[in-house]
């Protein structure tokens, strides 16, 4: 098939790009490198069925394609942030423009939400049905209301256009390529402790997260692509840990005695956070197989090897 991957050369879009190339479908990849990396694509850049494209998805684009992986946008808060107008555009008009596509020319369309939908959750541990508590007016909501947005377009298209359309509700994922200014916590807890420099851990450390190691993420997107159901489906990893636990872990794998430091809680920053996945679990027979320790192991070693250079 003809696949392509907006996001493509970001952290999970380039791990989803090498396990589709290794199935060798002719990809194209689709990027405008604003939190993407070269580096994670150079390796396909001389393959025949490997295409990278510098564009943003904000514009309109014609393309003839079966499958479209829709995961151009910044995931992390301090990215994401930096230029909430332009986040909202990418959810928004970038989403949209993907939808027209695949409205053209027939092609299967998987849009890469969040648990973020959910925003500060009543509700624990979250469920598809779970309708959601975001604040419209926060320093989140920039990318939060752009993915329920998103999520939307996605719908509405299905129903009023048959547009063959995939959701994808992803949780905190990690794993080797984030970037080392990425921000999001476990890449910051593990360049901190690598550097010997302290952890900062924001608030209490009391509000927790569930992390999914990015090749049991990649593996369940693939599902959710090539399956009929249509979702919205939660994928992610269903232990639960605090802050302050993920701190202490990756201080004990890493460097004993690395300081932790208490910076201040963001605004509006979710207190828990832990995905439902029975949906998955049954309509995509799929579930994390990687535990965290596991998955820290590999991805202190990938940044290891990246801080060396
Ligand atoms: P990432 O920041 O590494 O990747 C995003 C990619 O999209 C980057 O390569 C970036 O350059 C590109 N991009 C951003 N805006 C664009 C635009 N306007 N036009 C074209 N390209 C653009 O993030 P990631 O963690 O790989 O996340 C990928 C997708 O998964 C995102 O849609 C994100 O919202 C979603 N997601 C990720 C997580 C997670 O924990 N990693 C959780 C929930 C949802
Ligand atoms: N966090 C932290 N220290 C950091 C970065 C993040 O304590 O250096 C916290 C953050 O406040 C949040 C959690 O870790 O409670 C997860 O943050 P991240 O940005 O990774 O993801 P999200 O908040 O979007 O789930």
Redesign the pocket.
């Known amino acids: 098939m003809r696949i392509l991957v ?10 989803l790009i090498d396990k589709l190339i290794a199935q060798e479908h002719e990809v194209l990849c ?8 070269k580096r ?1 694509i150079t390796k396909w850049l001389n393959q025949p069925n490997f295409e990278l494209i510098r ?5 309109p684009i014609r393309l003839e394609i079966d499958q479209i992986y ?7 808060p301090v ?2 942030q930096f230029n909430p107008i ?2 909202l ?3 928004m008009l ?1 989403t949209m423009n993907m939808l027209g596509l695949a409205k053209r020319v027939k092609a299967r369309i998987l ?6 939908v959910y925003g500060d959750p009543e509700v624990h541990p979250q469920s598809e049905e779970y309708w959601g508590h975001v604040n419209c007016t926060g320093i989140r909501s920039c ?1 939060d209301e752009g ?1 329920r947005v998103a999520e939307t377009l996605c719908f509405d298209y299905h129903r009023e256009h048959q547009v063959d359309i995939r959701v ?7 794993g080797p ?3 080392e200014n ?1 921000g ?1 916590v476990v890449s910051n807890f593990v360049v901190q402790a690598l550097k010997g420099i302290p952890l900062t851990i924001y608030g209490d450390g009391s509000q927790t997260r569930s992390f ?1 190691y ?1 090749s049991d ?1 990649v593996e369940g997107l693939m599902r959710l692509m090539n399956g009929d159901y249509i979702g919205p489906v939660n994928l ?1 990893n269903p232990g639960e840990y605090t802050i302050l636990e993920l701190a202490q872990k990756i201080q004990s794998l890493v460097n004993p005695s690395a300081e932790l430091v208490y910076k201040p809680l963001p605004q509006d920053d979710p207190k828990q956070r832990k995905p439902d996945i029975s949906k998955a679990q049954k309509y995509l027979n799929w579930q994390p197989t990687i535990l965290l320790d596991q998955g820290l192991d590999l991805t202190i070693s990938d940044f290891k090897a990246r801080l060396a250079k």
């Not at 829709?70 to 992390?76: D, E, K, N």
């Not at 849009?111 to 973020?116: D, I, V």
């Not at 994808?168 to 990690?174: K, P, S």
């Open positions: 907006t996001g493509g050369a970001g952290f999970i879009g380039s791990h689709l990027d405008n490198f604003y939190t993407g990396d994670n564009h943003d998805v904000t514009e829709h995961l151009a946008c910044p995931a992390s990215h994401y332009k986040t555009k990418t959810s970038g849009m890469a939400s969040t648990s973020e990318y993915k994808a509700r992803i949780f905190n994922t990690y390529r984030m970037l990425d999001r999914c990015v993420l992610g």
